[in-house]
């Protein structure tokens, strides 16, 4: 099976290269977001999205192949929504994600949760000095 040109195209955009799942000591401390599966997406993407791994998904939603259809919902583990955030998150291996905007710096992501420092994202982000739109970013959880 084929995937269509238009997401063949933005698999191929993406540097997966410097790409890894992001780690949880614990799934069960952390919520469970549900993910209304949308025209063109694929569990790859999805799971970039979240920081997880496309196993992960299946395992989770009891899928036995890649074949997802439009408006499915996925379960998604271990992922907080960024609006349930803690008032006093540290560095931990807990976090929940943030999808970069056009126009955001770090410190203006920063200025969006509270006691989050521009120092604890670089530490929970090597390599972000230079953000671009639809770039995913750990936000630290207590």
């Known amino acids: 099976m084929k995937l269509p040109p238009a997401i063949a195209g ?3 955009a993406v540097d997966w290269s410097s790409w890894q799942p992001h780690t949880f000591e614990d799934y069960s401390q952390s ?34 192949s890649d074949l997802i259809r439009v408006g499915q919902k996925l379960e998604i583990q271990g992922v907080l929504p960024s609006d349930t955030l803690p008032s006093n998150p540290s560095l931990s291996n807990r976090y929940a994600i943030h999808t970069v905007l056009a126009g955001e710096t770090l410190w203006s992501i920063s200025r969006q949760y509270v006691n989050v420092t521009v ?24």
């Open 10 to 12: 933005q698999l191929n």
């Open 31 to 64: 919520a469970t977001t549900i993910h209304r599966v949308k025209s063109g997406e694929v569990l790859g993407l999805i799971a970039r999205k979240y920081g997880v791994t496309v196993q992960e998904i299946k395992r989770w939603n009891g899928l036995k």
């Open 119 to 142: 120092e604890m994202l670089h530490s929970m982000n090597p390599g972000a000095e230079t953000l671009q739109p639809g770039q995913t970013l750990r936000i630290p959880l207590q």
